[in-house]
C-alpha cells in the first residue's frame, strides 16, 4: 500500500471515529428515567411569543429542532410529526401542539420559518431565539448541534443537529423522548401512550 493511500485509511478511520463519537453524544441520556432536565421553552414564534405554560393542562408539545434549509431529516421528521398526529382520533389530535426550534437563527426568521412550515399544517409553531437562549434551551434539553461549513455549496453551511422528538408537557417536563425514525409508528405509539393517560378537564 502506497503512502497516500495509509494516510488516507488513517483519515478514514478518525472520520469514523469522530462519527461515532458525535452519534453516541446525540444519543446521549441523562437526568430523571435517563430523560434530559427539560424545562420551560419562552422563545418569539409564528404565533407570538410562545411559552410551554400556554399548553392546557391535558395538552403535550411535540418539540423538534432543527432548521429550515435542512435537507433530509427535518421535512422527514416534520411529516413523521404531521402523520402520526393526524393518525389520531381528533381530541387526541387538538391535545398535540407540534413546536419546531430553529437551531439557525441566522437564516431561519419568524417570516421563512411559518412560510415553511405552512407546508405541514396550521397547527405547526416555528420559534427561535438568541444564541444564548438556544443554547440554554439545548442545554437542558440534551440538544447538540454544530455548523458545516459547505463552501462549494450555494446554501454556504449546513446544520448538524440531534433528531430526537420531545413530549413534553405544560410544566416543562419531558414526558418521552422518540428517537428518529422515517416513519410515524414509534412517534404515535408515544403519544397514543401518554395522551391516553392524561383526559382532559
Partial sequence: MTR??????????????????????????????????????????????????????????????????????CPMSLAVVRQARGALPEAQRERVVPLMVSVDPERDTL???????????????????????????????????????????ALDYTVDHTASLYLVDAAGEIRRRVLHSPTPGPLQAALEAELGGRQGG
Fill in 111 to 153: 417570516a421563512r420559518l411559518e412560510e415553511y412550515l405552512a407546508y405541514f399544517g396550521e397547527a405547526f409553531i416555528g420559534a427561535t431565539g438568541s444564541q444564548a437562549q438556544l443554547e440554554d434551551i439545548a442545554e437542558r434539553y440534551g440538544v447538540v448541534w454544530r455548523k458545516v461549513e459547505t463552501p462549494d455549496s
Fill in 4 to 73: 497516500q493511500g495509509r494516510i488516507g485509511l488513517a483519515l478514514g478511520a478518525a472520520l469514523l471515529a469522530a462519527t461515532a463519537v458525535w452519534l453516541g453524544y446525540q444519543h446521549w441520556t441523562g437526568g430523571r428515567d435517563g430523560l434530559p432536565e427539560g424545562g420551560p421553552i419562552e422563545l418569539p414564534s409564528t404565533q407570538g411569543e410562545f411559552s410551554l405554560r400556554q399548553l392546557d393542562e391535558d395538552q403535550l408539545a411535540v418539540v423538534f429542532f432543527g432548521y429550515t434549509w435542512c435537507p433530509d431529516v
